[in-house]
């Protein structure tokens, strides 16, 4: 069942600051993540940001600038599936993921009368999103490549950009091929913008944590040595240590890439500080240079099938890579 979607959900001073206003796509079928009531607050804490979370699950706490529509996945396939002209191929919610450069399209009437849309993931939390992203990006027409978070202007033509078909970069086939291609990002929206030319900001604002590793630790690093992070009042920031001393930097979002996290406790989720483990939350009771050397002890039950997971993760890769030698995808690795 679909429900009846409400109104705009920004606030009315988002356009009379002359903010360009955004609403980001996110369905999302199956368990919610357990950490989801952080990944609310996070949301909340950026109030000229509108989300649309369409999922098969009931949300409980979802703040004013986040819009929940109640659907099945069998809803979403059908609509999507309607849309083309072709038969394409979603058996799996993870699949939704190649059609996201198409949701300009497929949701135009949700997305009406909205400056730029985009589309994000669920294994994140925010931080204060227009923090950092400065005048110039919303110059352009695309921003940023990351299949975590990306915006688009919101006109008929970008709408439309994911039919432009560049080498071996095909919407028919990205949409058509059961397998993960990720044409949302590198291996496939990026060489059409830029085989079309048009305007795109893509700057490192974003924490992607490793899944290389079980401590936490940003991809690309500001740095070697220990890092930590945490959430402090709406902001997503890392501490490091250089020569003793505390180093602090901000980001957009932090990302855990699949990691397993624990239930948030509701002391963390009361809390408006608190730091980001590699398997969970904890208050945060105050920050010094030990405070981030206690990032160097790995802890946790979780230790031994996170190194599980990343042996499961190389064999997917190793066949991926074997597929793109054949030209079975356009995926590089």
């Avoid at 796509?25 to 109030?47: D, E, I, R, T, W």
């Avoid at 949300?59 to 996945?73: I, M, Y």
């Avoid at 994000?120 to 940023?144: M, Q, S, T, W, Y």
């Amino acid at each position: 069942m679909v429900l009846e979607m409400p109104g705009r959900a920004e606030p009315a001073w988002v356009a009379a600051s002359g903010l360009p206003s955004i609403r980001l796509v996110v369905p999302y079928f199956g368990q919610l993540p357990p950490h989801l009531p952080l990944v609310l607050l996070s949301m909340s804490a950026n109030p000229d940001v509108s989300w649309l979370l369409i999922t098969d699950q009931r949300v409980a706490g979802a703040p004013p600038n986040v819009t929940v529509q109640t659907w099945s996945f069998e809803d979403l396939m059908t609509r999507i599936r309607n849309f083309f002209d072709f038969e394409v191929s979603l058996k799996e919610p993870y699949k939704l993921c190649d059609f996201r450069p198409a949701f300009g399209a497929i949701f135009a009437e949700e997305l009406a009368g909205y400056d730029f849309w985009g589309h994000c993931d669920l294994d994140l939390i925010f931080g204060r999103i227009r923090d950092h992203l400065p005048p110039v990006a919303f110059e352009a027409d695309k921003v940023l490549f990351n299949g975590n978070f990306s915006l688009y202007r919101n006109t008929a033509e970008t709408a439309d950009w994911y039919r432009h078909e560049v080498g071996k970069v095909s919407y028919r086939d990205a949409l058509s091929n059961p397998a993960a291609m990720h044409f949302d990002e590198w291996a496939g929206i990026y060489y059409i913008v830029e085989d079309l030319g048009a305007r795109s900001w893509h700057q490192n604002v974003i924490f992607d944590i490793s899944f290389h590793r079980y401590r936490t630790r940003a991809e690309p690093t500001a740095g070697r040595g220990l890092a930590r992070y945490a959430w402090e009042d709406g902001e997503v920031c890392e501490y490091r240590l250089a020569r003793g001393r505390l180093v602090r930097r901000t980001a957009l979002l932090i990302h855990f890439q699949k990691r397993v996290l624990r239930p948030p406790s509701p002391e963390v989720v009361a809390a408006d500080r608190y730091w980001i483990e590699p398997n969970g939350f904890t208050v945060q009771e105050g920050i010094t240079p030990w405070s981030v050397r206690a990032a160097a002890i790995p802890r946790g039950r979780e230790l031994l099938p996170f190194y599980l997971r990343r042996v499961q993760r190389w064999h997917r890769r190793r066949a991926t890579r074997r597929a793109a030698a054949t030209g079975r995808t356009t995926v590089q690795v």
